[in-house]
C-alpha cells in the first residue's frame, strides 16, 4: 500500500475507464422539454491517461463535465464506468469507482486534515463504522501521495488554498478511484501552485496508473501536460486528440477565435495581435533577445516580420554578457538605440501612430 504503483495494479493497462457514446447534454426547460448544449460526444479515456476538457465559457464544459460524473442525468446517450452503466451504478458504486474535486470550498467545520481525507474511506465502509487497518493504510497512502503529509494533523480551515486543493485531492484518492475528475481545481491558486498542483497530477498518472480528467482554462499548462485534449467549442462541436494535433491543425485556435488575438505555437498560447495595418519590423537577432523584441514589437502595434519578408523598418537585438539587452531600430531613414525594451516599446507606439522620421538615438 506504500508504494504508489500498487493503487491500480489489479487493473488491465490500457483499457476503457470511461466512454462517452453518442452522448447528449444539456437540460430540462418548461414543461419537461429538451435542451441540448452538447450533443452526439463519443470519447474514451483508458487507464493511466490524463485529459484536459477546455473550450471558451458559456460551451458546455460544466454541464458536459456534470453528466459524466453522475450527478446530471444526460438527455440522450450512455456514459460507461469500467464497462458498466453509469446510469445503473447505486451512489456506492460510483464513488467506489470515481472521485471528484470540485472548484467550490465545502465548509467542513473544525475537521482535521486526517479526519476529512478518511471520509474517502466511506464508500467502503459506511458513514459510522470505525477504521480497519486497510484503511488507515490507505489513508496514510493517500496523503502522502498527495503531498499533504505534513499537513496531516493541521485544520482544515487554517489551509491556503493550494494546501486545501492538495487535500481534497488527498480524500478523493483514498476512495481509490479508477478515474478522478476535477472541475477547474487551479482556479483560485496562482502561477507556483497551478503548475505545482498540475505537476502532482502528471506524477499521479505517471505512477499509479490513475486516470485523470480535468477541467481548466490554463491552456500552456494543458498543452505541456495532458495526453488528450478534450475540446468543446463554443458552436457546440466537440473533439478528442493529442495536445500537438489539436495544437497543429488549428482546433485550438478556431475554438478560441476572437478578434485582435492568435494563437502562437511558439508558446502554446494566444497573445494579443496588432492591427495587421501597422508597420512591419523586421526584426533580427537570436535566443531570447530577439523572442522578446517581436514581442515587444506586437505590443507597441506594429507587426514583426522577417529578414526576408517586406518590411518598413528594421530592429535589431542583441543580448549582453550581464544578461541586459541592446536593440537599434532604423526608421525612416533615422536610427535609435536603446538598453531596455521599456524605451523600444515607447519608440515602435510613436511609429505607430505616426510613421513620421523619429527622433535620433538616446
Known sequence: MNALSE?????????????????????????????????????????????FLLGPNGAGKST?????????????????????????MSARERAQRLSVVLTDR???????????????????????????????????????A???????????????????QRVMIARALAQRPSILVLDEPTAFLDLTRRVELTALLRRL??????????????????????????????????ETGCPEDLAHNGSIARAYAGRGISFDHQVGTFIVTADEGGPRIAVSGAGVSSHWAARAVERAGCVPVGQ?????????????????????????GQTCGGNDFE?????LRLLAERPAPIGAGD
Open 7 to 51: 493503487i491500480r495494479a489489479d487493473h488491465q493497462a490500457d483499457r476503457p475507464v470511461i466512454e462517452a457514446i453518442d452522448l447528449t447534454v444539456g437540460y430540462r426547460g418548461a414543461r419537461g422539454r429538451p435542451a441540448n448544449v452538447l450533443t452526439g460526444i463519443d470519447a474514451t479515456l483508458r487507464q493511466g491517461q490524463f485529459a
Open 64 to 88: 458536459l463535465l456534470r453528466s459524466l460524473v453522475g450527478s446530471q442525468r444526460p438527455l440522450a446517450g450512455r456514459v460507461m464506468l469500467d464497462g458498466v452503466d453509469l446510469a445503473r
Open 106 to 144: 465545502v465548509d467542513v467545520g473544525l475537521m482535521s486534515v486526517r479526519a476529512l481525507v478518511g471520509l474517502g474511506r466511506a464508500p467502503y465502509m459506511g458513514w459510522f463504522a470505525a477504521m480497519e487497518q486497510e484503511d488507515r493504510d490507505t489513508v496514510e497512502w493517500a496523503l502522502d
Open 146 to 164: 498527495a503531498g499533504a503529509r505534513m499537513l496531516a494533523d493541521r485544520q482544515v480551515i487554517e489551509l491556503s488554498d493550494g494546501e486545501r
Open 205 to 238: 498518472v505517471d505512477e499509479t496508473g490513475l486516470t485523470i480528467l480535468m477541467s481548466t482554462h490554463d491552456l500552456e499548462l494543458a498543452l505541456r501536460t495532458a495526453d488528450q485534449i478534450w475540446l468543446v467549442h463554443g458552436d457546440g462541436a466537440f
Open 308 to 332: 526576408d519578408a517586406c518590411a518598413h523598418h528594421s530592429l535589431s537585438v542583441e543580448t549582453l554578457a550581464d544578461k541586459g539587452v541592446a536593440w537599434r531600430l532604423d526608421a525612416n
Open 343 to 347: 524605451g523600444l516599446v515607447a519608440h
